[in-house]
């Protein structure tokens, strides 16, 4: 596996990676041509919702209202501002990303290798892009660090702003490979970009699908709490 004495043990198997972007901007496209009256209004956040006697919904939002049969809430840990129930059920927990620049030893993988560097309560999980056109090493997407905070993750949980970085958690996962895997990891590495997300948490760590509750309708849905999955 090319890893270091640091680490203990190691198991193989076959796994998949997953491309948030072309699976969206496939399947958006795919709509277009079945419907093509169909659009997305970029920020334009939903203020509040209501059903109406005639079992249609009335959607808020600061550019005006909108009238639908049915409404969708896939705000995962949002989903509370809009349907209270959830309030409580539904838990943000900040989740810390980056895309580096591996050493100029680490071997190129031709894209089809990921790993999980699992530790105590923990893991870091890592996926890599196609080789470069010179044939080094694809950059890696490097993610994790979440029990490696302050207070040991606890102030990760009950979180909505994804606008900054953590920097505990930040400096783990920018060393989390060269350090299981020197001397096979070389000079040269960099990160390239660090952003932050919000995952969504439920107390089972199932997700919650299906009809909203509290909904007066019968058109009103939900899914949400994925828990980072």
Not at 120 to 143: C, E, K, N, S
Not at 184 to 196: D, E, M, P
Request: charged share 15%; proline share 7%; aromatic share 10%.
């Amino acid at each position: 596996f090319g890893l270091n004495e640091l680490v203990v043990g190691a198991v193989t198997y076959t796994a998949g990676a997953l491309w948030p972007y072309r699976l969206v901007t496939s399947v958006w496209n795919d709509l277009l041509e079945r419907f093509s009256g169909l659009s997305i209004n970029t920020h334009t956040p939903v203020e509040k919702v209501s059903h109406n006697p005639d079992g249609s919904y009335t959607v808020k939002t600061p550019r005006g209202v909108i009238k639908a049969k049915h409404v969708i809430h896939t705000t995962n840990a949002h989903a509370g501002q809009l349907l209270p129930p959830v309030r409580g059920c539904v838990v943000g927990a900040i989740a810390h990303m980056s895309a580096q620049r591996p050493g100029s030893s680490f071997p190129p993988t031709q894209g089809n290798r990921s790993w999980s560097v699992i530790y105590g309560p923990g893991f870091d999980y890592i996926t890599q892009g196609p080789d470069r056109p010179d044939g080094t090493a694809g950059d890696l997407m490097v993610g994790g660090g979440f029990f490696r905070s302050k207070d040991d993750g606890l102030d990760q949980v009950g979180i909505w702003d994804d606008s900054k970085n953590h920097a505990l958690p930040l400096m783990h996962i920018r060393g989390v490979m060269p350090s299981v895997y020197e001397p096979k990891w070389g000079s040269g590495s960099s990160l390239i970009k660090a952003w932050t997300g919000i995952i969504g948490f439920t107390g089972d760590l199932m997700p919650l699908v299906g009809k909203a509750p509290g909904s007066k309708g019968s058109g009103e849905w939900m899914a949400a709490g994925f828990c980072g999955e």
